[in-house]
């Protein structure tokens, strides 16, 4: 008769599995207002932006100066003309009138006048953070800018194989100026990146100056490198 063996009993563990956190323990997120950012800068735009710009352009005075000053004294917004649904359905814009209040004073005479006048109408964000222009809802996305400043490069023509050097001029408001040393030795200028043309006709333009005269100004520069890329541009 065949042996049967004998089955050894089960040990079975009363421990149980523990989850180890390795790290800091993270928290759910707030719930995100992703249209936050538009709507702050309109608010900062409409209480603070705006008025800056404006308050630039005054006092103004008449042609000759001796006549008549105008004052800047604030402004103000008026009331929709039309609700936004109504705006959205008969494809209007929803926008405000904005109201400047002016200060005149005669020179001559001392006396002063105020007045309340309209200058435009300005699109008003609606609670989407959107613009309803001539019906349709639209959005202004926030984009990088390079900052202003002055930005040098260096690029190896592939021809010539020389290094061609460019700066670049960027103005916080203005046009942008491109300056590039040609293959040629010839240093050009574009304006906002159109027909480019020697630098030195922009110099003339501005100051009326001679060819001595733009030389005078690199005096203290080595010769070697007036004679490389001065004289071909000024001649």
Request: proline share 4%; with cysteine.
């Amino acid at each position: 008769m065949p042996r049967t063996k004998k089955s050894k009993p089960r040990i079975i563990s009363s421990t149980k599995t523990r989850d180890v956190l390795v790290g800091k323990q993270e928290f759910q997120l707030d719930t995100l207002n992703l249209i936050e950012v538009q709507k702050k800068s309109w608010k900062f735009f409409l209480e603070t932006s705006l008025e800056k710009i404006i308050t630039e352009f005054f006092p103004i005075d008449d042609y000759t100066g001796k006549k008549f000053t105008l004052h800047y004294e604030g402004l103000y917004f008026g009331d929709s003309r039309y609700p936004l649904d109504v705006c959205i359905r008969k494809k209007l814009t929803f926008d405000v009138p904005v109201y400047i209040k002016l200060r005149i004073v005669n020179k001559k005479t001392g006396s002063e006048r105020k007045q309340e006048v309209y200058f435009f109408n300005l699109p008003k964000m609606t609670d989407k953070g959107t613009f309803i222009i001539n019906g349709i809802e639209r959005v202004v996305i926030n984009q990088l800018v390079r900052s202003p400043g002055v930005f040098f490069t260096a690029v190896i023509d592939k021809t010539t194989g020389l290094t061609l050097y460019n700066a670049e001029i960027r103005p916080y408001i203005g046009a942008w100026l491109d300056i590039t040393i040609s293959k040629n030795n010839l240093i050009e200028v574009k304006i906002n990146k159109k027909r480019k043309f020697l630098v030195s006709t922009l110099i003339k333009a501005f100051e009326g100056e001679s060819k001595t005269d733009i030389l005078n100004h690199f005096k203290d520069l080595d010769k070697t490198l007036v004679e490389k890329y001065l004289l071909p541009t000024i001649n």
